[in-house]
């Protein structure tokens, strides 16, 4: 019996993830010059194009053999809520129905944005909302640009800054989140400058590490919420095979080849991380060296025993620091309203 031809379609292009390269190739594959290369990377990387439909200085022609090669670029908006402080968070959703959370902050004329780098998280921190849901799957760098395209056109203004702090870590996505930074910083794209590029991660040392010896200028911020290492592992059990005397050399390590000043994230919680033992320690740990440390009292998350301290705590946590050199501020959560702010975000779609 004769073999039948069966015909298989070519998995669908992501514009996103394709290279330069790889453009002009598919340029000459399909008889366009040169440049229509150069105009379709800046539909995806400056106008935020979902389609080229929407690519209008490229021939019809192009135009329709690029809808039947390339997959959807948009993600679509599933919800979408505004906080009493201007803030937005988005709820959007992927082509294979992955979903996650982002937040637009505006400040005046400036526009920050938190995104997420995985949809879920393994970590499985015990304040967050995140965590009580696990881990989908990790974003592609396009993915992750994505979100800040959506913000920066919802707003209809210039992104100023990006802080990767939305749902999952970073650092566990390590390729797709340093490749989602340089294209944020590329003079090419959003050109927002590499010191308005901030990642947090919860410490995974080999990471961090690796993140130091990068040429580029991006912003470090760890979450650390507790420098005691009993109290640490149960709040961030996700982190536990990194202890504080190595999470602390990897980071005095960081400054020795960056000069550039780490951020600490400490989540007050009220009779958990605020005792005197508890200060104490942090005040010994920060002391002497290159940070600053970002208290914030605790967002609440519905169902969590978790409290957040007392604003007089915050106040003592700042003078304490203060008075042993550290630079320290109490750090104003945006979009706690709509359950935006660290630690809340968590996929909901609200009826």
Known sequence: MAEENLHVSPTPLDLHAVTHGELLALMEELGQPAFRAKQIEDWVWNKGASSPDEMTNLPKALREALSERVAPLGAEEVARQVSADGSRKYLLRFGDGAAVECV???SGSKLSVCVSTQAGCAMGCAFCATGQYGLNRSL???EIYEQ???VRNDFNTRVT???FMGQGEPFANY????KALRKLNDP??????ARHLTVSTCGLIPQI????????????AVSLH??????RNALMPGVKRFSLVHLYAALGEYVDKTGRRPTYEYALIGGINDTEEEIDSLCDFCRGTLCHVNLIQLNEVSGSPFKPSTPEKAQEFLKRLERVGVEATIRNSRGADIDAACGQLRQRILK
């Open 140 to 142: 592609t760098s396009g």
């Open 104 to 106: 637009g902050m505006p």
């Open 175 to 178: 390729d797709a989140t340093l």
């Open 188 to 193: 090419a794209a959003l050109n927002i400058g």
């Open 148 to 150: 800040v395209m959506h």
């Open 209 to 220: 590490l690796r993140f130091a010896n990068e040429p580029e200028q991006f912003t470090l």
């Open 226 to 231: 507790s420098t005691v290492q009993k109290t």
């Open 161 to 163: 800054s990006v802080v």
